[in-house]
């Protein structure tokens, strides 16, 4: 049997039932080792890992992160360090740089290929304790006073496992039905790999316009490139030939890095803001994609995610075993919730504020960014919000 396919038994009762086995599902699975509990990790997929080219943005605290999961030994060398970011506006005064150097660090963050860091995770959750159930589509996922519960269909048979404690994570995001605060962004994200011909030095930029942000992420020799479109630009963008895509870049970007001389396969997704209201009850839990998804802009989607899986891994780690799914987790839940609104609210409000090419507008974003570079604890607040979430405040 493939590795893919290790499963736990097709029916039953456990301590944990993770559904997802993407980062963060893998991530809580890998931090529940040690802890003495019986955890299975629902998956729809058969095979796990594979190339994904994707670039994903990784922020100190998720570094620190990574590394107490026993996975940045072997990632690591694949990730290309952030130094320091440039924020700027195109066509109006103000900027602001971070560095690492200011803040003693030896990065502001990394950026990864999706691939690499969910096949460190996958590797990583093999060697643990958890078993993962390849294959298995979740139909629905609920709870009761005495059990967690989870339906899947697997190999055209429905079956039923039941657990102390249930996680939705990527794989559950619409399960159950829950309260949401969605805002569409009228937005794509148009994503791809881009040569300058300036080398990018570690150097992470993040310029607005009047679209929204254009992202540029230094990934190995080249940038990864993420640029807010509207919605109904996007296909032609994509259509675009080679050269007058980096045409159109230039124009957008200017000519801060060089040239753009290469662009790699293109691809969009649509941009949204979406939170789920709904409480924790104590047998059914929301952690990542799950629970929120946020606009790309400061790279603060995944970390958030992390960071769910982290704080969940340790709150379980203080509870008794027969505890699990007893004790309510509003703690939890509130320590949580002041993160994912901070980085919510933090977003929404640079897209909104910065895309747009209103004259006032402009002039205080000018200022604002002005005052940031200038004010030493201001930046310094700023940047470890970006590295570390709710904690700084």
């Avoid at 893998?26 to 095979?47: F, H, K, S, T």
């Avoid at 396969?265 to 789920?276: C, D, E, N, V």
Wanted: hydrophobic letters at 45%.
């Amino acid at each position: 049997m493939p590795a893919e396919q290790v499963c736990a038994p097709a029916s039953g009762h456990v301590d944990v039932a993770i559904v997802g086995a993407g980062p963060v599902g893998a991530a809580l699975a890998c931090g529940l080792q040690d802890l003495g509990l019986e955890a299975v990790v629902l998956e729809a997929r058969v095979r796990l890992e594979g190339p994904d080219p994707r670039a994903i943005a990784l922020s100190e605290g998720s570094r620190l992160i990574l590394q107490r999961l026993g996975v940045w030994d072997e990632l690591g060398p694949h990730a290309t360090p952030i130094e320091s970011i440039h924020v700027s506006q195109r066509g109006s005064f103000g900027r602001a740089e971070l560095t690492a150097r200011d803040m003693a660090v030896p990065a502001l963050g990394y950026v990864a290929q999706y691939g690499d860091l969910h096949g460190s995770l996958v590797r990583r959750m093999r060697a643990c304790d958890a078993r993962v159930l390849t294959g298995a589509r979740v139909m629905a996922a609920g709870a009761t006073t005495a059990y967690g519960m989870v339906r899947f269909l697997r190999e055209g048979k429905e079956e039923l496992l039941t657990a102390r404690l249930v996680v939705l994570s990527e794989g559950g995001k619409g399960l159950p039905a829950a309260q949401r605060q969605d805002k569409d962004y009228g937005q794509a994200a148009l994503v791809c790999t881009v040569t300058t011909s300036r080398p990018h030095d570690h150097k992470a930029y993040e310029r607005f316009t009047p679209e929204g942000p254009i992202a540029l992420l230094p990934l190995g020799g080249a940038y990864a490139l993420i640029w807010t479109t509207p919605a109904q630009q996007v296909e032609a963008r994509l259509a675009l030939d080679d050269r007058e895509f980096l045409q159109q870049l230039q124009a957008a970007f200017g000519d801060r890095q060089g040239r753009f001389l290469r662009a790699g396969p293109r691809a969009a997704f649509p941009l949204r803001l979406s939170l789920t209201h709904a409480r924790h009850s104590p047998r059914l839990l929301r952690i990542g994609n799950a629970a929120h998804v946020l606009h790309p802009v400061a790279g603060q989607g995944f970390n958030l995610g992390l960071r769910d899986a982290w704080r969940l891994a340790e709150a379980l780690a203080d509870l008794p075993r027969e505890r699990l799914g007893m004790v309510d987790m509003r703690e939890y839940d509130h320590r949580r919730r002041a993160d994912i609104l901070g980085g919510s609210i933090m977003t929404d409000l640079l897209v909104t504020g910065f895309s747009n090419d209103w004259p006032i507008l402009r002039q205080f974003r000018g200022l604002a960014l002005a005052a940031l570079d200038l004010a030493s604890p201001l930046k310094t607040l700023f940047t470890r919000k970006m590295m570390f979430g709710a904690r700084t405040w």
